[in-house]
């Protein structure tokens, strides 16, 4: 039997984590019903496509942060997205640089509807994850040097 260092934790704290954890997936379950929805009625040009493609993003999302958990992997979405070091930032930027510009071009073949919508949602939050990574590296060397 291991011994850990750490003591346990008040029942109300472990409860709140438990549901944290589970709520997670229930949320990633809803985006997928709405991707299946979105698919199925597929009225506009590109529907049927931002359909699936959120299924199948939301169901990838799940099986990884499930797959983190059994690890033993941190429990907070900071860590399971974010970068820790500069050689991980390095590969990080010009990634979602590039997916970020993708958006942008799906955006712009579609004048309107759905995967307009989706190009440009791609771009912001491609954009918002790299501003994210440089804080955090940045933050967390300011906090070794001191």
Same mark, same amino acid.
């Given at each position: 039997? /291991?011994?850990?260092? +750490?003591?346990?934790?008040?029942?109300?704290?472990?409860?709140?984590?438990?549901?944290?954890?589970?709520?997670?997936?229930? $949320?990633?379950?809803?985006?997928?019903? *709405? %991707?299946?929805?979105? /698919?199925? /009625?597929?009225? =506009?040009?590109?529907?049927?496509?931002?359909? $699936? !493609?959120?299924?199948?993003?939301?169901?990838?999302?799940?099986?990884? +942060?499930?797959?983190?958990?059994?690890? &033993? %992997?941190?429990? #907070?979405? =900071?860590?399971?997205?974010?970068?820790?070091?500069?050689?991980?930032?390095?590969?990080? *930027?010009?990634?979602?640089?590039? *997916?970020?510009? @993708? %958006?942008?071009?799906?955006?712009?073949?579609?004048?309107? #509807?759905?995967?307009?919508?989706? #190009?440009? %949602?791609?771009? @912001? @939050?491609? &954009? $918002? *994850?790299?501003? !994210?990574? $440089?804080?955090?590296?940045?933050?967390?060397?300011?906090?070794?040097?001191?």
């Amino acid at each position: 039997m /291991a011994v850990t260092s +750490r003591g346990p934790e008040p029942a109300e704290r472990a409860f709140w984590a438990w549901l944290g954890f589970w709520l997670q997936f229930v $949320i990633l379950g809803l985006l997928v019903v *709405i %991707g299946a929805f979105a /698919a199925s /009625a597929a009225e =506009r040009s590109g529907d049927y496509v931002c359909g $699936i !493609l959120l299924i199948l993003g939301a169901l990838v999302l799940a099986f990884l +942060r499930l797959k983190q958990r059994f690890d &033993g %992997g941190p429990a #907070g979405w =900071r860590e399971f997205l974010l970068v820790d070091d500069m050689t991980n930032l390095a590969v990080a *930027i010009p990634l979602f640089t590039v *997916i970020g510009l @993708v %958006g942008l071009f799906v955006a712009a073949s579609w004048p309107y #509807g759905s995967l307009h919508a989706a #190009g440009l %949602g791609l771009f @912001v @939050v491609s &954009g $918002i *994850i790299v501003f !994210l990574d $440089i804080k955090r590296v940045f933050d967390r060397a300011n906090s070794r040097s001191r």
